[in-house]
């Protein structure tokens, strides 16, 4: 089993700046992916960004040039670092990793004021 523990949610009034963390701990055999969508009221889950083998990101173009993920493999920790926030980036945030299987984090929530 794999735990996801994340934080760093909040509000912040647009145009200013977040960075969530999400801690993977457990027993991680081979992480294959480590990301964070997004669900926003009434929408669906979406994919922001996520750091696939270590090395190779993605980005949804919602979030190109503002948003920026890393990793730091020591600590089996992804962050993801939110700057120019826009009230449209309001949602609650899930950390996801890939390790064998899909674990998910509990979730935390981003609230940006216009």
């Known amino acids: 089993q794999v735990q996801l523990v994340e934080s760093g949610g909040g509000l912040v009034q647009a145009g200013g700046s977040l960075r969530l963390s999400c801690a993977a701990s457990?027993?991680?055999?081979?992480?294959?992916?480590m990301g964070w969508y997004r669900q926003a009221p009434g929408k669906q889950r979406e994919l922001v960004a996520s750091?696939?083998?270590?090395?190779?990101?993605y980005y949804a173009d919602s979030v190109k040039g503002r948003f920026t993920i890393s990793r730091d493999n020591a600590k089996n920790t992804v962050y993801l670092q939110m700057n120019s926030l826009k009230p449209e980036d309001t949602a609650v945030y899930y950390c996801?990793?890939?390790?064998?299987?899909?674990?998910w984090g509990q979730g935390t929530q981003v609230t940006v004021s216009s």
């Open positions: 750091i696939i083998s270590g090395t190779s990101t």
């Open positions: 457990g027993s991680i055999l081979s992480i294959v992916s």
């Open positions: 996801h990793v890939y390790s064998l299987r899909d674990y």
